[in-house]
C-alpha cells in the first residue's frame, strides 16, 4: 500500500504555545484520516478523525485541518500542555481498500514547562 | 466503559520458542486487528479478524497467526521466534458494522522480548 509520511519527527513548544504537526498522505483514494497520541509505554490513543467531505474539524483543545488538493493533514494542539508530551501518528484509510490503515512513523511532541 | 484489554504486559521469551498473546475488544466491538510496533518504526499491521474469520493479512511470515474467538476475543500466536520480532504488539477493535473505514481503538500491547 501507499505510505503516510510525517514531516517532522520531532517538535518542542512551551508550555502554552500552540502545536502544529503534519502529515502528508500520499494515496489520493484515502477518504478517511485519524489521529492517534501514544505516551511511553501505552497504545495509541485516538485523538480526533475527519473525513474527506470536510476540511475542517475541531475537539478538545485540538483541529484537524485536511487539504486533499496537496494531500496534507495536520494536527492542531491549542495552549500545549506538559501531559501532551507523547507521539502523535497520523492513519489514512479508503472506501473500498482493505479496511485496514496506514500508519506514519508518528511526531515526537515534546513540551517544556 | 471498559477499553481494550491485553495480555501479558511483559513477555520475555528465546529465539525459537513460541508465544500466545490475547486480546478482549471492547464490550459490543466484533473486529480485532494485531499489529506489531518495532522500536522507531510505525505500527505494522498483521491481522483483522471479524465474526471469527481472518479477513486480512499483513506482509508477514505464516509463523504468525492467531484467531478470534466466539466472545470475539483473540488471540496472536507467533512461533519458532527470531530476535527480530522484538516489539510491542498492539490489538484494536472496531464496531465492525460493515461500514468501511472505521475508527480503531487500541489496547495497551504486549512487548515481548526475544533473546
Known amino acids: 500500500g501507499e505510505s503516510v509520511g510525517l514531516h517532522l519527527p520531532t517538535l518542542s513548544v512551551q508550555e502554552g504555545d500552540n502545536s502544529i504537526i503534519n502529515c502528508a498522505y500520499s494515496n489520493s483514494a484515502s477518504d478517511y484520516f485519524i489521529w492517534y497520541k501514544q505516551e511511553s509505554g501505552k497504545g495509541p490513543q485516538f485523538i480526533i478523525d475527519?473525513?474527506?467531505?470536510?476540511d475542517k474539524r475541531q475537539g478538545q483543545r485540538v483541529t484537524v485541518l485536511l487539504n486533499k488538493t496537496v494531500k496534507h493533514l495536520s494536527l492542531q494542539i491549542a495552549a500545549t500542555q506538559p501531559g501532551d508530551s507523547a507521539v502523535y501518528f497520523c492513519?489514512?484509510?479508503?472506501?473500498?481498500?482493505?479496511?485496514?490503515?496506514?500508519f506514519g512513523r508518528g511526531t515526537s511532541l515534546i513540551v517544556h514547562p | 466503559e471498559a477499553g481494550v484489554t491485553q495480555s501479558p504486559t511483559h513477555l520475555i521469551k528465546t529465539r525459537g520458542q513460541q508465544v500466545t498473546l490475547r486480546c478482549s475488544p471492547i464490550?459490543?466491538?466484533?473486529?480485532v486487528y494485531w499489529y506489531q510496533q518495532a522500536l522507531g518504526l510505525g505500527l505494522q499491521f498483521l491481522l483483522w479478524?471479524?465474526?471469527?474469520?481472518?479477513?486480512n493479512r499483513g506482509n508477514f511470515p505464516p509463523r504468525f497467526s492467531g484467531r478470534q474467538f466466539p466472545n470475539y476475543s483473540s488471540e496472536l500466536n507467533v512461533n519458532a521466534l527470531e530476535l527480530e520480532d522484538s516489539a510491542l504488539y498492539l490489538c484494536?477493535?472496531?464496531?465492525?458494522?460493515?461500514?468501511?473505514?472505521?475508527?480503531?481503538?487500541f489496547g495497551p500491547g504486549t512487548r515481548l522480548l526475544v533473546l
Open positions: 464490550s459490543g466491538h466484533t473486529s
Open positions: 492513519a489514512e484509510n479508503n472506501r473500498g481498500g482493505s479496511y485496514i490503515p496506514t
Open positions: 484494536a477493535s472496531s464496531p465492525g458494522t460493515g461500514e468501511v473505514a472505521e475508527t480503531q481503538y
Open positions: 475527519i473525513r474527506s467531505n470536510m
Open positions: 479478524y471479524d465474526e471469527g474469520e481472518e479477513r
